[in-house]
């Protein structure tokens, strides 16, 4: 009633009408229908890039559970991705928010990985060589995987062969004295216990900056595809002059709380309200 009485200053249709349950749901199926066709039809990159992220992370089963969450909680997700837009964008937010850099990418980080930071060079083969010669037999199969990895040329497959040999099949990070370093080795080359464990360092580091980077670009994905949800959800309400009860809240506290327009309100206002219902 409220809305009804001050449709020009709350911004809405003088003839609007209230959503109930079952026609929002409605709504909700031709918004996600708009939006699955526009990827098939439009010209939108982001977008297109936005679903083949999300699919590649997850199936069909995955992209439709990923519909039902947005919907589910569209207005936290509107709010965030508006309050981002004036903080710079959503991708800005998000990098800035996990300690990747605007610059960054997959393939840097990557790149990154190799060569190994404290094991590179002079000292890697003397690594090799004494591993293959005083090692026990699960150090060798090591020293050989690292022989491997410096055959590698392609980023991924050497991340891969490295987290291998760094990590356990549960993704904790190998002993190094049970992978890497014999008793017998490190008895008689110690020198070579602080550049090992500098290296798995330096790859379970490189390992979690990825695994950030991939969370900022499933994020950012997600809410692409979000904000495109949402936006035509909004413009299908708009075009019916229909809001649902999130909007009577919403635009009912704008009104009462607007600069210059909200005294006006509370004026005509003024012993026009008995009771209020909480």
């Not at 309050?83 to 928010?97: I, N, P, S, Y």
């Not at 497959?157 to 049970?178: E, V």
């Not at 950012?220 to 909007?247: C, M, N, P, Q, V």
Request: aromatic letters at 6%.
């Amino acid at each position: 009633a409220l809305l009804h009485q001050f449709p020009l200053e709350a911004n809405v249709a003088g003839h609007f009408s209230v959503l109930d349950d079952r026609a929002a749901a409605v709504l909700l199926a031709d918004a996600r229908r708009t939006l699955l066709t526009a990827t098939a039809s439009e010209d939108d990159e982001a977008l297109a890039d936005a679903f083949a992220t999300v699919l590649d992370i997850a199936d069909d089963t995955g992209l439709e559970k990923l519909l039902s969450d947005i919907i589910a909680a569209r207005g936290p997700i509107g709010a965030f991705i508006d309050a981002a837009a004036k903080a710079g964008g959503v991708d800005a937010v998000l990098r800035r928010e996990t300690g990747i850099s605007q610059t960054e990418t997959a393939d840097s980080i990557l790149a990154a990985f190799w060569p190994i930071e404290g094991l590179s060079g002079a000292t890697l083969e003397a690594y090799l060589s004494a591993a293959e010669t005083a090692g026990s037999d699960t150090v060798k199969k090591s020293a050989a995987g690292l022989r491997g990895v410096l055959r590698l040329t392609d980023g991924e497959a050497r991340r891969a062969a490295l987290h291998k040999l760094f990590f356990t099949d549960t993704g904790s990070p190998r002993k190094i004295d049970n992978a890497f370093f014999s008793a017998a080795l490190k008895k008689q080359f110690p020198q070579f216990e602080a550049p090992l464990i500098a290296a798995q360092d330096h790859v379970v580091a490189c390992t979690e900056r990825l695994r950030r980077f991939r969370m900022v670009e499933a994020t950012l994905a997600a809410l692409t595809i979000a904000e495109r949800l949402i936006g035509d959800y909004e413009d299908l309400k708009r075009a019916r002059s229909l809001l649902d009860f999130d909007d009577l809240i919403d635009r009912t506290a704008a009104l009462l709380t607007r600069e210059q327009v909200s005294a006006w309100v509370h004026y005509k206002l003024d012993q026009g309200i008995d009771h209020i219902l909480v």
